[in-house]
């Protein structure tokens, strides 16, 4: 019987590129693509071994949506396959509850082994392991993906040097909403103070 693998990615050249790199091998596999996260819920089934999951689908943080799927479908099996080979990013998937990690460089080879240890896997389910809805990764556009246009807004702010009543007139808000965005932006990014967000927005090319 052949594995019912979904390839989630919004660049149709990796897509097509993953399937001819997959066929024509040992395993028997039936591809459905899929290039929003919408649309990877409409196709998922409970007859859906596994899914290539890019990190970013429509400048979206996919791997917040690992916990929900993992849920959803136990039988599933989850594989992060991106073009950002980062340890923290590592970290934050494989606490999500992702099964394995490629990176888009990975040869044909790897890529097949890493597939049929996954889909040979005896746990059933991979439950994530105290999952935080927040980002420490380290990309420019990655982290634009994670923090919400407001947030983004705030953070250059106060990169530039602006106080949180300074950016509230700015912006027309409240000082306390000023200072909960600041909150949850340092929680997203694993950062613990405005001086790290400072140096986070210079380093990263953000402002």
Do not use: W
């Not at 693509?33 to 990877?40: D, E, F, R, Y």
């Not at 990764?137 to 705030?154: A, G």
């Not at 300074?166 to 990014?189: C, D, G, M, P």
């Amino acid at each position: 019987m052949p594995y019912n693998i979904i390839i989630a990615d919004d660049h149709e050249v990796i897509i097509n590129g993953l399937i001819m790199m997959l066929e024509n091998n040992s395993l028997l596999f039936n591809f459905q693509k899929v290039n929003t996260l919408s649309q990877l819920d409409v196709k998922m089934s409970t007859s859906t071994d596994l899914v290539l999951l890019d990190v970013n689908i429509g400048e979206v943080n996919s791997i917040n949506s690992i916990p929900n799927l993992c849920n959803k479908y136990p039988q599933l099996k989850i594989i992060i396959f991106t073009s950002y080979n980062s340890p923290a990013l590592r970290r934050e998937a494989k606490a999500a509850g992702a099964h394995a990690f490629l990176t888009k460089d990975a040869s044909k080879e790897r890529l097949l082994e890493t597939i049929t240890k996954v889909l040979s896997a005896n746990n059933l389910s991979k439950q994530p392991n105290k999952y935080i809805k927040k980002s420490v990764i380290n990309d420019p556009f990655l982290t634009e993906s994670v923090l919400s246009e407001r947030q983004m807004e705030i953070l250059k702010l106060v990169a530039h040097g602006n106080t949180s009543q300074q950016i509230a007139e700015l912006l027309f808000i409240s000082k306390h909403t000023v200072q909960s965005h600041r909150k949850n932006i340092l929680a997203k990014l694993d950062l613990k103070s405005a001086v790290e967000m400072i140096r986070y927005a210079y380093d990263k090319g953000l402002i």
